[in-house]
Every structure is written in structure tokens, then in C-alpha cells.
């Protein structure tokens, strides 16, 4: 799935960087000098008609000086360019944007200039931690980070270069020491004059570490059930036992061909005589010639003795070594001169008291015993000594109900001991405790009664059928609510039943792992789709603007277009920078809510004054088509408290929706409120429409992101990006409210705005004033204006708005150059980008606050910074424009502050 994501990246980029990439040639005059390849903060591309400054392309048109250097665009491709030359930026300002935005590592290598690197975007510089101003213009070997590859990656770069595409996998530890696991992929992009290596890569190492966690618990579980089986099968052949000893065998049998030993042994210690002797063994088909094992002495100071009288196993992978006798003490020698290689003991406890030890041995050296087998070794230890508990028992009749109680208590599964009749004769303390009455009350009870919950035996009873056809039973119940599983199996004496051993295991952790398990699995492959649906749909509606950017662009480089093909070709590269403007800005708006990082700001709302922006924004429209827009809004609607910012936008989707899928008929938007108590209530908003409708099965999906499908509404004939009714929502939600949705397929939907627990603040003002009007320029005094933008193309777009409203404006590219140009000149107006180097826009606001002199200076923040009250302290300022920035606004802007001046 990694793989099939970065080729469609690499193909969506290979056309981007083609389409963006003419080849004109550049010089540098600089003095003397004709060929300047690295310059101060960036460097020129030879032959691609680029330039990369702090890890940005920027396409060279007409003359530009950076850094004290002059370029000059010497083909004919240059001076046919001038006029578009702020199209060409534009595009690359978008290109920049995406790869900085993708998260995946976008890399360029120039293979015409030893594949020094041209592009290291954003997420390379997170992952590795390396900036793109330390790694752009450089290669591989003067790379302390890639030295170690260099030599690899220049043998692939050829084959890379002939159409082979390099899929590979490789583990990056950053500059911080995080370790990244990188799916990459490597492709050859140009022509044979030209070729660049494009390197993406995503890091998948969050998904490697799932997958591990995923195995880690699949192994744990196996290792339980496996501990589960061995123990039930043990259980059973120990239960149905009548020779103790036999028992012995049959567990050391069972664990042995369990584990693949060659021995299996019991040694019981004779204190008296401080000897370990052998009192039960088992040995493989493999075993050479062991048939017995020599008795051991036991030095009760000796390591080995105090670690088993301690509760701890004792493992020994290698007896050859003489460094194990600190662990094993003489047991080392002997047990190796038996012929045995590697050793785990548990020790046996019986009354108290270090009875013997059990032990499982191989003849191979270096076995390791890993936590699997020593939890078995554990268990089948406590087996033993429930089969010893018993010996004692059928030894010492007055004893008998005591030696029960211990091997049934032992265990901390429940255990059920019924007559053939279904009597419970015994119960163990786990069983106990899932009792529904005291134990005195329960003996004598049929089994149902205590342990089922149920009225009667239901037909699958475990223990009524072991009961009634001698074979072991099993199935699922669910107890006080635990899962459990519940075994019964008979105990035949002479081919009759003599009682009925019933168990219950309980299932509940186990269960829920595995469900945890498939809702993980489940999680992950619908992130996947989700990632792969995303990119797939972001690659269309990001392409088809473009495709008119890049289309009516190479167009406008023929210079025989006629005037209104200059003008039409112009208006469509508008429209579709516009489309790409809208698009982003909803991704933005809904990743910023998908993150709960959007703030809701209440704030005194006039409805009515809202209710007459709508009817001004949607006036000519709703004429053009033929339709009727009616708003309702009365007279007694109160001040409400609300984010106007947010509800505004909701509401301009759902009436612009509403004008855009409606043929006939017209619109009604009703605004409602509904007083609760002195202070809250209830905010209804509906908007109605005449349109198509939506079928009842697409109602469901139409708020999720990108769902605008055929059966919903044809995206073909009704354009739109799918996100808008998924932001509305969200921000309804946001808010403490919902949208509601009606809707009947040919005539018509109703969408209902409705926020609950909404403060009102009295009534609404008398009559509703403000409209919308379209851009006219206004009468401005001869107002001073210095603009302050580290980017010389902002300047130079700003000075071109205002010698469009006849103002003049001077240009400085820092902060420190406004302070010196205030020395000897004092603006009226000061409209300041915020993210300059150095000074940024904030400290230079509040320098020149802290100087009387420029107190009737009006600052205005330039930025595209959609969070700049997050980032900065705007309360510097007298107002915000933000990015990007048209005349509309610019008018805008002087038209409130000559309304301030006639005030």
C-alpha cells in the first residue's frame, strides 16, 4: 500500500516539475564573473530556468537581483514570459506548498551536477532533523549524514536514470537519535539533457511498530492457550489417575514430547543424608543411553539450593561451561558427566517445605529456555505437587478431605466436582466465589442452580452430557459478566460414571485481546483506504485547476492571441487560482477541526444585520437564475452570544448550496430563537430550497469529507470540492449544535442550523443596515504608505495594487529597514508582513509603539498566517489583510480607515 502511494506521488510530481520546467538559460553579472552557481541563502540550476533560495524554486523572469546579483533571462522563452511572470510564481508558490504540506519526503538531485540536491521539502527536514539550508547544493559525500551511502546511491543512480524505478526500505536515525523505518522511492524525471533524480519517501515506522505490537500479543496469546491445553490435558490425565506415580510419568511424558526434551525427572531430597534422589524420569528416543541419573548432593549453602528454596528456576543453557558452577555448584560436573547438556529446575514444594525438584534436560549444548518454557516448567511443577498432595492423601485417610481442599485450591481456575446424578459434591475457592448462594447452602444443589444462573439444564450443559454420554464437553458461558469456557469431562470407574469434573476457565481477557486485535486490524485498513481515498481525491481536485493554470499559461506564451483570448485566457487562470484558494483553505479548516485546534470566539451577533449580508451577497445571483431569495427574520430576534465568524460561514454554504442546486422556484432562509430561560436558548436557522433534493441512501454520507457522488448531487454539472457541508457540520458541532437534514429526490431539501445553550443579550437593534457592494475604488487622501515584506514579489504586487488606487507607496524587505527609514519619514500608513527574518512583524509593531513620535501611525499585519492570533500578538495592530491579497480587500481596508479620519 506504501508503494502504491509514493508512485502515485512521484508520477503527480514528475508532471508537475515537467510542465514547470522549460530549460532556459541564465548568466549571473557579478563583476567579471559569468557563472555563479551558489549564492548567499540559495543557488541557480543550470539549464532548468530555476532558482532555489532557503529551499524554494523560484522561477527567473525578466530581471531579478538577489543578494547583490543581477540575473538575466537570455532566450527567447524570457522575454516572452515577462507578462506572466507572477502566473509562473504563482505556480511555484503552490508547487512549494504541496510538497511542504505532503507528508512524505520529497527530494530532487541534479544528476547533471553530481547529483547535488535541489529540493529537501518540510517533512525531510522533520524527519532528519536537517534543514534545507544545510543540504541544498550539496551531494551525498559532502553529507556527514549520508557519507556512509554515498558510494551505494551513485552505482543506483545510473540504472535510476536509464527508467528504473528504486523501491527500497532503509532505517534513518535523525540528528535528535529518533530512529525513522522510510519506504523510498527513487525515479529518473527529464530529458537526456536534463535529468533530476526525485526521491520520495514515507515513514512508515508507526506502522512497523503496530504490526510488532500486534505480534508481540499474538505470541503472548498463543503462549497462554498453549499453557491453557497443556495444563487441561495434564489436569484431566492427573484426575483420572489412579497410580500417583503413573500420574508423575504421564506429566513428565507430556511435557517432555511438549517441549522437545530428551529428560524429564523428578528428585526428592533426603535431608538425612543431604542427597537429591531420583523419583521419576522420562527420556526420549533421542536420549543417548540415559536411563538413569546419578543422585546429587545437596549443600544447603549452596547457590542452586538457596535460588530453588527462594521460588526461582534455575537454567543453564551450556553445563560444558565451567562458569555455570556458580549458578548449578556440583550439580555441573555430575549432570554434564551424565551426558546432559542443558538443565531447567523448579523446585517442588510440599508442606512448606523444598520437597524435590523437577527438572527437563537436553543433550545439545546452548538451549535456550525461554519464558514459554519456564512458565511450563513452572506450571507443570505445581502439577506435580498436586499429584504428590495426592499421594499423601490416599497414604493418610483422616486427612483426605484436607489433601481435596488443597488440590482443588491450588488451581485458580474454577473446578466443579458433581455425582452422576448432578449433585456438586466439591467446589474449589475460585468456584466458590462464582457461587449465587453461601457454601454451606450449595452441596446437594443440582449444578444449574449455582453456577449457570439458568432455571433449568439448557441443551448444551457440559456437565449433563458428559453425564448422560461419558465424553468430555465443552462450550461458552457468559457468568457475572466474565466470559468463560466451560469443560466437562467424566470420571469412569468399572464403565460408570463415579463423578463429572467440570472447569471454567475464564475467557474474558483473552476474548477481549482478540477483539482489540480485529478492531486494530480493522482501524488500521480503514486509515489505509482513508490515506489512499484522500491522496486519490486530493490529486484530482487539486489537478483540475491546474490543468487550466498549465494549460492557458503555455497558450498565453504564443504571442498571436487576439485581445478577448487574452482577457478569457487570463479569467480562467483566475477562476481556477481561485478553486485551488478554496480548496486548501477547506482542508486547512477541516484538519484544524478534525485536530480541535479551531477556537470558537461568542461574540454580540445582530442576526438581522446577518439576515442582510446574506441578501446582499446572494442578490445578483439568485436574479441571474431566475429564482426568489426570501429571507425571515423578525423583529423580536435578540443580541445572541455566538462565534458570527463560524455561523456565518455554515450559513454561506448552506445558501450557496441551496442558489447553486436549484433550477426553479427560489430559497427561504427563517432565523428563529427560542427562549429557554433569562439568559440561553435555542438558535434555529433553516434554509429551504426548490432544488433536485438528495436521495434518502445519500443523506446519510453527504457530510462526510469529499462525498459529493453522482447519486448525491453530479459533481460533473454542479461543481465543488465535497467539504463544505463536512466543515459546516463540524463546526456545528463545534459550537454544542447540529445541522439537521430533510429531503425529498426532484423537490427539495431543508437544512436546519440548530445551536442549543446560546446566551441572548436583550433585543436586536431596529433595521438592518449594511450591504455588500462590489469592488469601486475609493477617494482616498494622498495618504503616505511604506510596505515592509521580506519577499521582493509581495512588494512589488502591493506597489502595483496601490498605484491602481493612485497612492504611492515606498518598499523596505526588513524590520530593521523600517526603523531606519522612520528616522527620516513618518507614514500615515505601515502594512508589515509578520514572518520576516530577523525582526519579525510583532517586535517591529511593538518598537515603534514604544515611540511617541509614531503614535498616528496606523499598522496593518500583511500575512497568510490563518493562526496569527496564536502565533502573535495582535493587539499591536490596527487590522489584519490577509494572503492573498486583492483589490477588493485593499479597497476595503482604505475605506474603513477614511471612515475612522471623517469621524
Known sequence: MTMKILQRITAFFTALILLNCPAPAFSAETGNSEDTSFLSGGFVVPGWGLIVIAGCLIFLSGTVVYGGIRFRRLTRFGRRCRLHGKMRLAENFLLNNIMDNLPAIVAVKDASDEFRYLIWNRMAEKITGIPAGDIIGKTDAELNFFRGEAEIREEEAPEILNGKTLKRNSVITALNGIRHDIDTLVTGIGDDDSRLLLILGIDVS?????????????????????????FSSILESVSLAKDEDKAIRT??????????????????Y???QNLGILGGLWNSDRAHDISHLPPLKIDPDAIWFRRLKSGCLIAVDDLSDPDMEIVAGNWRKELHDGGLKSICVAGIWKQNRLWGHFGVSYDRANHHFDLMEQRLIQVTTHVIEIILACRDTRTELERSEFEKRIIMDTVHIPITLFSPDLKLVRANSAALKLAAHRESEIYGHECHIDFCGAGGYPENCPVKLAASDLKAHQRQLKLNGRDYLESACPAVIQGKPAYILRTMIDMTDFNETQRQLARALTEAENANKAKSLFLATMSHELRTPLNAVIGFSELLQNNEVSHEELMDYLHSINVAGNTLLTLINDILDLSKIEAEQMKIVPEPTDLRLLAGEFQAIFKQKVEEKGLFLKIECPQELPVVKIDSLRVRQILLNLIGNAVKYTRNGGITVTFGFLKKDGCEGTLRTRVADTGIGILSDAQKEIFNPFIQQDAVRD????????????????????MGGRILLRSELGKGSVFT???????????????????????????????????ADDVALNLKVLSAMFRKLHIKADTVSSGGEVLEYLKTNIPDILLTDLWMPGMNGENLAREIRANPAYSKMKIFAVTADTDNQANFNMELFDGILLKPVTLEKLNGLLARMEKQDSV
Not at 442550523?753 to 437593534?765: D, S, T
Open 206 to 230: 508507526e506502522e512497523k511498530r503496530l504490526a510488532a505490537e500486534r505480534k508481540r500479543l499474538q505470541d503472548d496469546l498463543q503462549m497462554h492457550t498453549q499453557q491453557e491445553r497443556l
Open 251 to 268: 506429566v513428565l511424558q507430556t511435557l517432555g514430547q511438549k517441549l522437545n526434551a530428551e529428560l524429564c525427572y523428578v528428585y526428592s
Open 270 to 272: 533426603d535431608y538425612e
Open 715 to 734: 459533481s460533473r454539472i454542479y461543481k465543488g470540492t465535497g467539504l463544505g457541508l463536512a466543515i459546516s457540520q463540524r463546526l456545528a458541532e463545534r
Open 753 to 787: 442550523l440548530e445551536l442549543e445553550h446560546v446566551p441572548y443579550i436583550g433585543n436586536a437593534a431596529e433595521g438592518i443596515s449594511g450591504k455588500l457592494e462590489r469592488f469601486q475604488p475609493v477617494e482616498v487622501p494622498q495618504w503616505h504608505v511604506l510596505l
